[in-house]
């Protein structure tokens, strides 16, 4: 089992920054690949940003390409996301996710074992 928990959503202006953090607790951290997703009210969850197990590799989605850039800190237990320029439309919950540190396909939903609670990101226009 891993316990995650999401922090560091808020409310903020449009051209502004946040930085979201998941802390992991259980299974070793560096077991898993981890990754940040986030739902809008009245859409589909959808991938934002993921993260080798080792941080070598990271992947996004185009909506965030640019702005957005996902980290890790193996002796934390912690993965960040920091968030810049947002825009309205970044508005939603975010949740983070943990995947079998050799799943492929780390854009999908279904790849993701284990998830947090979510947290609430406002960008105001």
């Known amino acids: 089992q891993v316990q995650l928990v999401e922090s560091g959503g808020g409310l903020v202006q449009a051209g502004g920054s946040l930085r979201l953090s998941c802390a992991a607790s259980?299974?070793?951290?560096?077991?898993?690949?981890m990754g940040w997703f986030r739902q809008a009210p009245g859409k589909e969850r959808e991938f934002v940003a993921a993260i080798s197990w080792s941080g070598g590799n990271t992947y996004y989605a185009d909506s965030v390409k640019g702005r957005f850039t996902i980290s890790r800190d193996n002796a934390k237990n912690t993965v960040y996301l920091q968030m810049n320029s947002l825009k309205p439309e970044d508005t939603a919950v975010y949740y983070c996710?943990?995947?079998?540190?050799?799943?492929?396909?780390?854009?999908?939903?279904?790849?993701?074992?284990?998830w947090g609670q979510g947290t609430q990101v406002t960008v105001s226009s």
């Open positions: 259980g299974r070793p951290f560096s077991s898993y690949a």
């Open positions: 996710a943990a995947a079998p540190a050799r799943a492929g396909l780390l854009r999908r939903l279904d790849s993701y074992d284990y």
